[in-house]
């Protein structure tokens, strides 16, 4: 599966990444919201897992921008500290598939990815 990481947290895109590879999917990172809808537009993806605050875009513009106006059907894990019910039910409202709170653990991860990668298989 090949999956776009989002996170402006450097140590938080290394263990995410090093998870993921070590499953077993391909993954391209982006560190801001500019960048990764700049990539969701140009390449394709089987999965974004995205941060909710994020420079320039934030997580719910970029699963707006997915669901609602790409015309793509890429399933969106959000991943937040910000675990307000407000945000993670705008989230859900904009088309989210999925939504974990920081701190997590990786197998947590792994468990939630793999529900994707059976529904795109």
């Avoid at 990444?17 to 391209?28: A, C, P, Q, T």
């Avoid at 990172?29 to 960048?35: H, L, P, T």
């Avoid at 990764?36 to 140009?42: E, G, P, T, V």
């Avoid at 669901?67 to 407000?86: D, F, Q, R, W, Y």
């Amino acid at each position: 599966m090949r999956i776009l990481v989002v996170d402006d947290e450097e140590l938080m895109l290394k263990a995410l990444r090093f998870r993921l590879l070590k499953d077993g999917h391909s993954v391209e990172i982006a560190i801001d919201g500019r960048e990764a809808l700049k990539l969701i537009a140009q390449e394709r993806f089987d999965l974004v897992i995205t941060d909710i605050m994020l420079p320039f875009n934030n997580g719910l513009e970029i699963v707006d921008y997915i669901k609602n106006k790409s015309g793509k059907n890429i399933p969106v894990i959000i991943l937040s500290a910000v675990g307000a019910e407000n945000v993670v039910l705008e989230g859900f409202a904009l088309g989210a598939d999925d939504y974990i709170t920081k701190p997590f653990s990786p197998v947590q991860l792994s468990v939630r990815v793999k529900r994707f990668e059976k529904a795109t298989s």
